[in-house]
């Protein structure tokens, strides 16, 4: 009997900074390297060393390319891992664009902090070197050992393009990380891949305490939220993640616009970053489920429409402040706790006829996470700023499984299952689903903190 070891290195009792390791028959296997956000100490552990020595490690697999599941690779390879790095496709792709793009942010840090910058381009461009592809879901990768192959199944997850959970199987065994799960079914993405005969699970809960009530009528709050506001001559502030919320938003703007459901205004799509990551969506079309398939093959250009604006360019960008007319801004970064958004907040919050759309999660400690929590009074750039605008919060956009639908997932593998690891969630969040799933399955459960290792005989 081979023993497995998992070390949860990061993404313990926390939503971000997903980092988890498998030592088996002699190989080291990592799932995700993720950069830590929003936390109070969240510049201290991104800078620790990696406990389990980085030159150590042989294979790491990504699940997907949001940067608290890609953002320290860099620092792995800057730290000494020499071995390869997969992932499906667009994840590779988009990856490299959301690293690139967190050098701001870090070269920011790094000079409040007064210290060395977490890592610098060149790393990026070494760990795209290490980087390999895979064609597709369900398709084995195999690991040969000495002690007979251990084989690593890509799954759809279903939350933002490309991502995937992992099953690893040796000698029998099953073992699963599901990454981040997303909130099926998706305008775009395919649903969620059902997996069986898992062992052990390791399972995300950002919304583990939580239900998306207002799913089905997430079109119509939206649709009502964009129209009042632009009949009060306000404008529309929707902090957007570049990847999958940018292009949800193109969507259903292009689906109201066209069918004149809401006015025809500047939309203004003020992002850089989510401007190259929809252009990415469009090259991996055939990845999208039938639905949005059809509607595409029937000619319509679903992340375009009449009014849209697109400002690469920081001219352009700053253009939009001389557009005094009722408005949309759809721009990063999406929790509000950097990028161009925070110009149009410090500009627009303070105005009781504009509208601050949030739709996604928001960490603790983010100006978003401030906004949603109704803080009458924020800072942006060291100003304070009066928050008069309107509020609205729609769940249902998240791209995450929601409580429910998260015990659910489990369901089906549950009489299989000998134990569920909760990670990739704030405490409440993970234990709360925890004793969910426990008190439906009678499945033993355990919320691991961040450097608890567990071996399974
Ligand atoms: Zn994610």
Known sequence: MSTWKITFAGGAQMPTGSNFLVELAGKKILIDCGLVQGEKYSIPLNREEFAYGAGTVDFLFITHAHLDHVGRIPKLVRDGFKGKIISTAPTREMAELIMLDSMGILAKEAKHENASQLYEEKDVFDAMKLWDTIIEYQKSYTIETENGAISVTPHDAGHILGSTMYVIEYQGKKVAFTGDLGNTPSPLMNDTDGIANIDYLIMESVYGDRNHKD??????????AVTSTIKKGGTVLIPAFSIERTQEMLLAFNELVESKQIPEVPVYLDSPLGINITSIYKKYESWFNDDIKKIIKSGDDIFNFKGLIKTPAPDDSKAINHDNRPKVIIAGSGMSNGGRILHHEARYLPDPNSTIIIAGYQSVGTLGRRIVEKEK?????????????????IHGFSAHKDSDHLVEFVGQMAPHLKKVFVVLGEPKSAYFLGQKIHEEYQVPVVIPEKGDIVEIE
């Open 377 to 393: 009074e924020v800072y942006i750039h060291g100003e304070k700023v009066k928050v008069n605008a309107r509020l609205v919060n």
């Open 215 to 224: 799913k089905d009528k997430r079109i119509e709050i939206f649709k009502e």
